[in-house]
């Protein structure tokens, strides 16, 4: 059902074959959003009861309420608003921090009334919960970029509340995977089927979600490269009670359903879509790997084994067990997926591979260098991806190929 203009409503069928219509009229006088609805036999009948209600809104005005809404009431309309402007991954963190943390300690304050205490009373009880500092630090931002946008629709909000500041960070210690334990990686990878995903976020740089998204179509192993345009997404209903009313999808948004909420979204910045190559043991091990994966009706080259895409929380999983296997962890707990991206950048960079180049092939938007640059040539980005594979002591066999007779 194609969406209608935000603030003009919204229209449903019932389960009894009437359509209804509803639309956001304001506030009432005790703080509760003021939701106006139409009902109707047919849709057209119904768009235009509710097209007529909202010229109503317009020409008479919508009654001035004599309080402010509470944090829970803003919060639901806030994200409504932002539905429309925020990639649905953002959104959905967003809606996660505010379901979790901020409505349950503050959700019935008023927005004039909000103290300080307040806010801390939202980081105390995550620190009770034991979340970490960046965890408490993203919170704190959710709900400072939603009382700031309060302020900006006519609201009052204190200001030594907006001033409050975000809990200190923690000190990282992500870096990039030592490369003995790269080589033990990738030995117990060449004999895993599917071990070539993991080849793929060592030696080429890719992200998770790009691995997941990765199809056969965007790959060219007569040419040796792999074309980045997509990326694996699970995007949020409009409700989840609902289904049929369809995913909270931003304007300017792209996306491609695949099944259930699984959709294939461009990445977040026009850099991240990029055209990279492939060294010929990344090849071998793919042409190898495409004669033997699960069928996939979505063509996923690493899917599960029915076909459907991969969930990121099974393919933590499997990545954690490639290392159990392989014997290998940094101190204190196991390497996270986004560190063997670390470790293409650092092989790079270690390689006096120019600071362009590396942008190029990792997809980032400007961390390096200028956003000056325009074109990398392509025998630049193989002669890098090369001094990797030599640095990963890769030879011309597929690493994760096992024997197959054609």
Known sequence: MARRQYGSGSIHQRKDGRWVGTIEAGWTAKGTRRRLVVTAKTKTECKAKLDKKQRQIVREGIPATTKEPTVAEWSDKWLEITSH??????????????????????????????????IRNVMDEMRAADRSANTMRRTHSVLMTMLKAAVSEGYTVAPAVLAQEAPSPNE???????????????????????????????????????????????VDLDRAVVD?????????????KNKHLGFRIPDGFTARRLTGAWHLVRPKTQKGQRVIPLIPPMV??????????????YDLVWPRDDGRP????????AWRDLQAEAGVSAPGR??????????????????????????????????LTSRGYMHV????????????GRRLKLGAGAPDAPAIED
């Open 172 to 218: 990282s210690d992500r870096d990039a995977i030592p490369l003995d334990d790269v080589y033990k990686l990738l030995e117990v990878a060449g004999q895993t089927p599917g071990g070539s995903r993991w080849l793929a976020a060592i030696a080429n740089g890719m992200r998770k979600n790009e691995c997941l998204g990765l199809t056969w179509e965007c």
């Open 228 to 240: 980045i345009s997509w990326q694996l997404q699970v995007l949020p209903y409009v409700d989840r």
């Open 310 to 317: 991969q969930d990121e929380k099974a393919d933590g999983e």
């Open 284 to 297: 071998d091990a793919l042409r190898a790997w495409k004669r033997s994966a699960p069928h996939s009706e």
């Open 334 to 367: 196991p390497y996270e997926l986004h560190e063997a991206r670390h470790t293409t950048a650092t092989l790079l960079m270690e390689e006096g591979i120019d600071t362009k180049i590396i942008e190029a092939i990792m997809g980032h938007s400007s961390i």
């Open 377 to 388: 040539s392509d025998i630049a980005k193989r002669q890098a991806a090369e001094a990797i």
């Open 85 to 118: 402007e925020l990639r649905p991954r953002s959104w959905r963190t967003n809606a996660s921090a505010i379901k979790v943390w901020i409505k349950p300690v503050i959700g019935r304050e008023r927005l004039s009334r909000l103290a300080v205490r307040h």
